[in-house]
């Protein structure tokens, strides 16, 4: 049993030999992991091993997986992989019971000695969602992000640890249970290297931190404030790319969220933040709001970069919803995926005054 940012962490496997690791609130009884039953084969036995190949125009990595075609679909609520196992419905979390848990992904899009995919599942409840969660879960599942982004940033070949959900069936998840993953990349993802490299530059230029400049800029506009708690701020960023995005920046400045965990205040209030802004993106259009939730962290200190590309980043969330209005998506097109140009539907000024007054009355939990 290890202590990870103030959670109990039990490590264990899974029958085809891929890690699982449980967390549990500090001061919880001792677990000892369930044998997995099932009669799985080890990764990469008769399958299509995962390869990154890089594309000659750009320069840049493309994942191959062809594997994951063969990845469970939006299966019934009783044949749901990640909920609890039970008497003959056997899972991926061989317990019956547990609050949150990582694992090596079955289907993964990276596999070691060249990247790693795991799973974050936040609750055991199969019908909850993130907004759902008491607070004290939601905050548990920072430090769990700051734990995995601490393990895995000291992996051999690790570059960037991208921490993630893609949430709602219109982004095109594959089971609806509340869950993230977690990425590592032998390599820094183009749109984080772009922000790795203007933060890096900004800091080499003015001597100030951009992520802390523009934080304070949008707190003295208060236009595009959405939520300001008393450690971290939700605002949608003046050129948002997507309707409604938020940005959640806690105002302390680390690079990563285990950094961000020397200050755990600091680490509780994004998480609360976190989970207002969702709620208010929920009541926005009166259902789920279908999004990408988007850690940016520094990369790896084993990173090309190393420690100097570390010390200009702020780490903070980027939440991308998919809807621009009830019952409309907002659809990628030419523009975007040809030339990489964003249009936008809606005036990020209008956005944040309608996600304000969706959350009217409602506050941060304590």
Not at 23 to 39: F, I, L, N, V
Not at 106 to 113: D, N, Q, T
Not at 196 to 205: D, I, N, P
């Amino acid at each position: 049993m290890a202590n990870a940012f103030g959670l109990s962490r039990v490590d264990g496997a899974l029958a085809d030999g891929r890690a699982i690791h449980y967390y549990d609130p500090a001061g919880a009884p001792p677990r000892t992991p369930c044998p997995d039953a099932r009669p799985l084969a080890p990764p990469g036995e008769g399958d299509r091993p995962p390869q990154i190949r890089v594309d000659p125009w750009t320069g840049e990595p493309v994942l191959l997986a062809g594997a994951r075609q063969d990845r469970t679909f939006l299966p019934a609520d009783d044949a749901c992989p990640l909920c609890p196992s039970a008497p003959g419905r056997l899972t991926e979390i061989p317990d019956p019971a547990y609050a949150l848990v990582v694992f090596d992904n079955r289907f993964p899009s990276m596999a070691p000695p060249h990247g790693r995919c795991e799973v974050v599942v936040y609750t055991s409840d199969h019908a909850a969602t993130w907004a759902d969660l008491p607070a004290e879960r939601a905050r548990a599942l920072v430090r769990v992000l700051a734990d995995r982004t601490a393990a895995l940033n000291a992996e051999p070949g690790v570059h960037q640890v991208f921490a993630f959900e893609n949430r709602g069936v219109e982004i095109g998840v594959t089971l609806t249970h509340a869950h993230g993953q977690i990425y590592a990349y032998p390599f820094t993802p183009p749109i984080l290297a772009a922000y790795v490299q203007r933060s890096t530059a900004h800091l080499a230029e003015v001597g100030r931190c951009l992520g802390c400049e523009q934080l304070a800029a949008e707190r003295a506009a208060g236009a595009r404030v959405v939520v300001e708690g008393a450690a971290a701020t939700a605002y949608v960023p003046y050129a948002a790319r997507w309707p409604y995005e938020v940005h959640v920046v806690p105002h302390r400045c680390a690079p990563d969220l285990p950094a961000l965990l020397a200050d755990p205040a600091a680490a509780d209030a994004v998480a609360d933040v976190w989970q207002e802004a969702v709620r208010r993106l929920d009541a926005l259009h009166g259902a789920p709001m279908p999004l990408t939730a988007c850690w940016v962290q520094a990369p790896s200190a084993q990173s090309p970069g190393g420690l100097g590309e570390r010390a200009g980043v702020h780490t903070h969330l980027r939440l991308q919803p998919a809807r621009r209005a009830p019952g409309k998506l907002k659809y990628l097109a030419a523009s975007e995926t040809g030339a990489g140009a964003f249009a936008l539907d809606v005036d990020p000024d209008d956005a944040a005054r309608a996600l304000r007054e969706a959350g009217d009355g409602v506050g941060l939990r304590g």
